[in-house]
T-cell receptor
Framework: GENVEQHPSTLSVQEGDSAVIKCTYSDSASNYFPWYKQELGKRPQLIID?????GEKKDQRIAVTLNKTAKHFSLHITETQPEDSAVYFC??????????FGQGTELSVKP | DAGITQSPRHKVTETGTPVTLRCHQT?????MYWYRQDPGHGLRLIHYSYGVKDTDKGEVSDGYSVSRSKTEDFLLTLESATSSQTSVYFCAISADSINEKLFFGSGTQLSVL
């Protein structure tokens, strides 16, 4: 079945630096790739998503890139701030539309 | 929590007892989902619904059943709870497309002793 691998599992950066989280997927039919942010004790919240017909999407300090050939997509956060500290989950759609989530990346931004 | 409410927020129960978790939405969204979240596993889909009385299994559906008799309510039942079902359960909704732009509830922490 579909598998989504997410790396790294933990990431620590200094405030102002960039952070990159990468996910790989196995189902070549996947065509929708969202990213969710979950602060400690809170619900996951959608921060950005991309479809397979687009290679890159940006929203202020957040961007997602997709390489369909290599079956990987990445989340880029620039000019990180302490409030970016959270667990980030990637996901990929599989046939039938169901989402498969990655295992999560705990991002810590140190002031 | 505007739009989606889960109840209860916390529950402790014993192995072998039935448990029902409720998800209530006020957004009139078509799609509703139940996920469980465990360390190292991310979010895993248990069941989902694409309309009243229309449900389907997710990747970890064994031991769980669901019902949706009204657009606004989606119930998750553990017929006979086991310790492996100790988890945080999230309900989610989406409007136009299945599994796109999910809006999650605040979660239910379930402990099975």
């Amino acid at each position: 079945g579909e598998n989504v691998e997410q790396h790294p599992s933990t990431l620590s950066v200094q405030e102002g630096d960039s952070a990159v989280i990468k996910c790989t997927y196995s189902d070549s039919a996947s065509n929708y790739f969202p990213w969710y942010k979950q602060e400690l004790g809170k619900r996951p919240q959608l921060i950005i998503d991309i479809r397979s017909n687009v290679g890159e999407k940006k929203d202020q300090r957040i961007a997602v890139t997709l390489n369909k050939t290599a079956k990987h997509f990445s989340l880029h956060i620039t000019e990180t701030q302490p409030e970016d500290s959270a667990v980030y989950f990637c996901a990929a759609s599989q046939q039938g539309g169901k989402l498969i989530f990655g295992q999560g990346t705990e991002l810590s931004v140190k002031p | 929590d505007a739009g989606i409410t889960q109840s209860p927020r916390h529950k402790v129960t014993e192995t072998g007892t039935p448990v029902t978790l409720r998800c209530h939405q006020t957004e009139n969204h078509r799609y509703m989902y139940w996920y469980r979240q465990d360390p190292g596993h991310g979010l895993r889909l248990i069941h989902y619904s694409y309309g009243v009385k229309d449900t389907d299994k997710g990747e970890v559906s064994d031991g769980y059943s669901v019902s949706r008799s009204k657009t606004e309510d989606f119930l998750l039942t553990l017929e006979s709870a086991t310790s492996s079902q100790t988890s945080v359960y999230f309900c989610a909704i989406s409007a136009d497309s299945i599994n796109e732009k999910l809006f999650f509830g605040s979660g239910t922490q379930l402990s099975v002793l």
